[in-house]
Structure formats: C-alpha cells, structure tokens
C-alpha cells in the first residue's frame, strides 16, 4: 500500500472527511488496520492496541452523531515508538532486555497528550534498540523495510532510525502519524528515507516523562507525519500550544545554506534533488545564501569520546550491561560502552562547550529564517549488506546521522521534507534553526513545502 497522494492524504484532510460525513472514524481505523496487517508493514509494529483503537474511532464516531466538537486527533490511528509508557503494554524499547518488564501503570506524558486529543492509538513500533542508530536495524523483532522504496524498486532498504517502524506505519498506511524520538536524528532520518515529513521541536517543548532515555540532554519526543500541516497539529497536541504562523510567502524567506560539513559527499541522487529545489525555491522568490560555518567541522572533535549520548547512556544501561549484556544487540552494547571511559570531566567539559558551541552557532544564524541542508547524505542503501558487514553498519550510521545531530547538539528544531522527483528514491530537505524558533520555522515549512509542490494550500 503506497502513501496516498489524493483523497485524505494525510491526516488533517481525513478529519475533514469525518467532520463533513464523508467518512467515519471507524472506517478509517479499518483502512489503518488492513495496512497493519499488510506485509509492507512486516516487523513494523511489535505489539497491537487493536481493542482500544477501535473504541477511540468509535468514540470519536459517537461526538459527531451527538454533535458534540471533534476532538483534535479524531479517533485517527496513530502508532507509539516502543519507549513511550501506554497504560496496561510493557515498553521494551525495541529490546529483549526489557520485554518481561511490568506493563505500565500510566501513560507517558506524550502518549497521555496523543489520547486525549482523541487518537487511536494503533500499536507499539518497533525500533532500533534502545534507540542507538540511525540505520533502523532490530536483532531482536526483525527488521521492517522501507515502505516508500519498495514502491520503486524490489531491493528491501534500510527504514531509517531510531523511529523505523513508525516510519513504516505512516508511509504504509498502518497510521495517519507516529510518536516517535530524536536524539540525533532519530525523527528526521526516516522520514528522508521513506518520503515523509519529520519534525524535531526545541527538546524541552515536549515531554519526556514515561519514556526510556538514551541521552537526557538530547532526547526529544516528536512526530512523523505526512504532511508539513499535520507536523504544526501534532505538536500543537505533544507540546500542548499552539503554534503562531505568519503566513510569510516563500518569497519573503531568507535561508542560510551551510557550506561546510553538510555538503559533502553527497550521493548523485541527493545532489541533484537538492539543487533542483534550491532552484525552485529559487525561482520562487527565496533568497538562499552561502553561509561558512566553521562550528560544524569541530562537531567530530567535540564529540570524539562518543559525545552525550554515550556518556548518558552509560549512566543509565551500565547495571543493566552488567547484568545482560549478552542479550543486547552487540553493535548498541558496544556504542554505549564507550561511555565508560568518559570521566566526569571530560563530561563537564562537553557540556560547556556545547553552550559556548551554541551561541556560535546561533550568532553565525541571526538574521535567517531558517538554515537548509539535505537531511542525509545518502537514499536508503540496501538492508542486506550491512546486517552482515560491521564496518558497512558504522560508516552508514555516522553518514546518516551527520546532518541532523547538528541541531540537536543545537538544541535547535528542524523539519524533514520530501524533495525528490516523483518515481525517485526518497531525498530529505531539511530546515534547521536554533531553540524556539519553531513556530518561525514551521511556517516556513509550509511555505517551502507548497514551492515544491508536495502539497497544495
């Protein structure tokens, strides 16, 4: 089942169709659930919540005939990353390690958020463990494979991660949206991969409460959605605001186009979707300007003993490795190992230079709406090789997360786009800024994504 391109393609058009009776909610879970049965979504979820989202389509079905208001979400499907709490359902965060953990009492902060404005919670997604890479790979619940790239060539490819089976539900149909997380990318890199628009807010807009950390200092709870439009309305219910857009014209926007580190070695693919949308935007109006960031090439030295995350996943999994190490996918034991060798020095070291890093950083920004970069680097490799090759699996992690843990050392924002051609392999188009520019950004995002044609307004 491919992304729909008409009808309710994305979420906010499909509350429409319930609101004018065009559709019922229960329907449209039934659509979400024949996708999740589907073998584009093999591996995608690892536990289901069909009762309970049938009673929210139900439920939301009931409001309209009552005439009562339609809450935000609608009784819509919408898939949980396997680290957030959901009352009743053990979180076992993509890992074995956790699975005979005690269900959750409560619901996490985020998925409290999602139910109450009315979702249909569909099913906990699968994930690379721990959340520790961008490739998306699972040992433990199989690997899902990308939804978007299947629709154009018959090689399975790498869904992207941490978030990967959330990616898949949105890109296959099994959900209107995903919760998922950034660290380093986490959000952002699948949504490149498969097509799909990813936004990471300023980290402390959202709640983390109820949810399995990897880095507290990076961790952000955030969505996967289909549409620019459906990121403004997903983290107007995560972040619990709502976001104030100006409606400025692409013409009106001014963008930085970082010419360090985020150029280089670019796949022809992404190349060449790249530039064809810097032209457009061009054409548009748009005044994108060079910009050195010399910042940037110190991220690698900065982070050359393993960076936050290490260091904060050491803190919080080293009883745990202790204990079970061997049931933990080798290649996650082994980043977070590192972080044993990171003194508390070193570590305060890092945060100090991340602050002073940051007002660089922002200074070098002041002025722009917004930066632009590819997201990634590269369209999606092939699964097979680097479930065989370590040396294939660590060079493509760090390609992926190149581009987009920039802004979360940041503790910026940024949206992913789609910005290939139509029969091409997923490139992302990523807007960045510094924290609490995301309202700013997000109406920015609309503006771009209208210019490239991915969505009329």
């Excluded at 569909?122 to 961008?134: P, Q, R, V, W, Y």
């Excluded at 433990?140 to 992207?160: F, K, M, S, W």
């Excluded at 890109?171 to 936004?199: E, H, K, N, Y």
């Amino acid at each position: 089942m491919s992304l729909p391109r008409d009808g309710a393609a994305d979420l906010t058009a499909a509350r429409a169709q319930l609101a004018s009776g065009a559709a019922s909610a229960a329907a449209l879970l039934g659509q979400a659930l024949s996708a999740a049965d589907s073998p584009a979504t093999r591996h995608a979820y690892v536990r289901r919540f069909d009762d309970p989202a049938r009673a929210a389509a139900a439920a939301a079905d009931a409001r309209l005939a009552a005439g009562a208001p339609l809450p935000l979400l609608a009784g819509l499907a919408v898939s949980v990353k396997d680290l957030f709490d959901v009352a009743g359902q053990t979180t076992s965060a993509g890992s074995v390690v956790l699975g005979d953990a005690a269900p959750a009492k409560t619901d996490s902060a985020a998925v409290a958020r999602l139910r109450g404005a009315g979702a249909a919670l569909l099913g906990h997604t699968n994930m690379t463990e721990f959340a520790f890479s961008g490739v998306g790979l699972n040992p433990h619940h199989g690997t899902p494979a990308n939804a978007a790239t299947a629709l154009i060539d018959a090689t399975p490819r790498i869904p992207g991660g941490s978030s990967s089976g959330g990616a898949v539900t949105v890109a296959a149909g099994a959900a209107w949206a995903a919760l998922g997380s950034d660290t380093g990318g986490s959000i952002r890199i699948p949504a490149a991969l498969q097509g799909l628009v990813g936004f990471k807010n300023t980290q402390h807009l959202t709640p983390l409460a109820g949810s399995v950390p990897l880095s507290f200092s990076l961790d952000t709870a955030c969505a996967i959605t289909r549409s620019v439009r459906d990121a403004v309305l997903l983290h107007e219910v995560l972040a619990g605001r709502r976001v104030a857009l100006a409606g400025k014209p692409v013409a009106a926007l001014r963008l930085a186009l970082p010419t360090t580190l985020m150029l280089d070695e670019l796949e022809p693919a992404v190349a060449a979707a790249f530039e064809q949308a810097l032209s457009r935007l061009r054409d548009a109006g748009a005044r994108i300007e060079p910009l050195a960031l010399p910042a940037l090439s110190r991220l690698a030295g900065l982070n050359a003993q393993g960076g936050l995350a290490t260091a904060e996943a050491w803190a919080w999994h080293r009883q745990r490795l202790a204990l079970d190490g061997d049931r933990y996918d080798p290649r996650v034991a082994l980043r977070i190992r590192r972080g044993s060798a990171i003194g508390a020095a070193d570590y305060i070291d890092l945060l100090q230079a991340r602050q002073a890093w940051i007002a660089e950083v922002r200074a070098a920004l002041a002025g722009f709406d917004a930066a632009i970069s590819p997201t990634v680097p590269m369209v999606a490799p092939p699964i097979a090789p680097l479930l065989a090759d370590d040396a294939a699996f660590f060079a493509t992690n760090g390609r992926l997360l190149r581009n987009p843990s920039a802004v979360n050392f940041l503790d910026g924002c940024a949206l992913s786009l789609p910005c290939q051609a139509p029969g091409q392999l997923p490139v992302g188009l990523m807007l960045w800024a510094p924290a609490l520019h995301d309202d700013a950004l997000l109406d920015a995002a609309l503006a771009v994504e209208q210019a490239l044609g991915q969505r009329e307004h």
